[in-house]
């Protein structure tokens, strides 16, 4: 693997970092504050081909690979966790779905519309009981004539009240059976689907984060994902590429938190000197520093796997699970370097700090990323 920056993704870096600062930047805060979920942002995020960034141009994407998609995510999460989680959820989870198993009548419906943030997708696993157990899931899809049915309510939902089309894995069969569930989109405006209550969350606040809820919710047969019981096996390919979304995500956000500190430490002075010429702040942006590069070695190899179809499992969880903990780390090791100053809205390591903290559970905590990883070594 060459581990020099392509071209393009040195273009792709420029374009955000520009985008970024005009577009985003001067909004954090206020969005943050307010749980505002900016969907005019997305809309001009799909006009720069950042939406559909691993959907074929012949779909109306930028047919780039995961290289480019890390690079994507990472550079928009340096200014914001929580559009950058955005981003990654409609990339990699709807859109993502849709195009490694729908059909090519599905992907010629949908992928247009969701690869230019025409339409923002969702994608629903999670239900209020079952959290990483997903084969005890409780919402149903039972199929009538020419018709399924959807009943039950899925929760932690990204976009789960403003979404045009979702992707919803209902349970078809027996419970506790890997092929006991199915794969369905769903789009807005149908009888029976809605979306509930919105989190009040701790970070990633101008994330949307919902309840959607199914009753009686009847959608053409054609809306079936694949063949019926593939539902789960398709979820597990699928969050394979969540989690690399997850480890750009987090990656993103360490740097973030580092620059600020490193700038922070450059110009503030005591005793007649920056503080950064003190070891014990030194040595944390030494540390910083090192393990950002670490996490990015790991991210950068889990997607070059992933663009080469090669089993990639246990190298994204590995990605996930170290890129998560760093960005904890980091964001922290900011908040101390800022001091009291860290502590305040009117520095940014906060809500990077806030921020980092949902990468170690998103996707998968980081104890269930040990458990894939031990699982895959012994496989070995």
Not at 83 to 95: E, F, V, Y
Not at 251 to 262: C, N
Not at 296 to 319: C, F, G, I, R, S
Request: proline content about 3%; glycine content about 10%.
């Amino acid at each position: 693997m060459n581990f020099q920056p392509t071209d393009m993704q040195l273009q792709i870096t420029q374009v955000i970092r520009d985008f970024g600062k005009t577009h985003i930047q001067p909004h954090v805060l206020e969005w943050d504050e307010t749980q505002t979920f900016p969907v005019e942002l997305f809309k001009k995020m799909g006009e720069l081909g950042l939406m559909g960034v691993l959907v074929p141009e012949n779909y109306g994407g930028s047919g780039l690979g995961y290289l480019e998609y890390v690079t994507v995510v990472s550079e928009v999460a340096r200014f914001c966790g929580a559009i950058g989680l955005s981003l990654a959820a409609h990339n990699s989870l709807c859109t993502g779905h849709i195009l490694q198993f729908g059909s090519e009548t599905q992907k010629q419906q949908y992928l247009p519309k969701l690869a230019t943030a025409e339409w923002i997708g969702a994608w629903g696993l999670t239900e209020p009981n079952t959290g990483s157990d997903a084969m005890n899931m409780k919402c149903t899809a039972r199929q009538e004539g020419n018709e399924w049915v959807l009943n039950g309510t899925k929760c932690w939902i990204t976009h789960g009240k403003s979404c045009d089309a979702a992707v919803v894995i209902a349970r078809t069969g027996a419970l506790r059976d890997s092929r006991g569930m199915s794969a369905f989109i769903v789009e807005k405006g149908t009888p029976g689907f809605s979306g509930g209550k919105k989190e009040n969350k701790l970070g990633m606040r101008a994330s949307e984060t919902a309840e959607m809820i199914f009753d009686n919710c009847r959608i053409p047969a054609e809306n079936l994902l694949g063949q019926e019981g593939e539902g789960f096996i398709q979820s597990m390919k699928v969050l394979d590429g969540g989690r690399i979304s997850i480890a750009a995500l987090s990656l993103g956000i360490a740097k973030g938190a580092y620059d600020a500190a490193l700038k922070y430490a450059q110009e503030r002075h005591q005793f007649d000197q920056p503080i950064a010429s003190f070891q014990g702040v030194s040595f944390k942006l030494a540390d910083m520093h090192t393990n950002i590069a670490a996490a990015e070695l790991l991210t950068m190899q889990a997607a070059d796997m992933k663009n080469k179809h090669l089993p990639m499992t246990q190298q994204a969880a590995m990605a996930k699970y170290y890129a998560s903990e760093v960005a904890v780390r980091t964001a922290d090791d900011a908040v101390q370097i800022f001091g009291g100053y860290g502590y305040t809205k009117d520095f940014p390591v906060e809500k990077y700090y806030r921020d980092a903290k949902l990468c170690t559970i998103g996707e998968g905590t980081s104890e269930i990323q040990k458990i894939v990883i031990a699982r895959e070594a012994l496989k070995k």
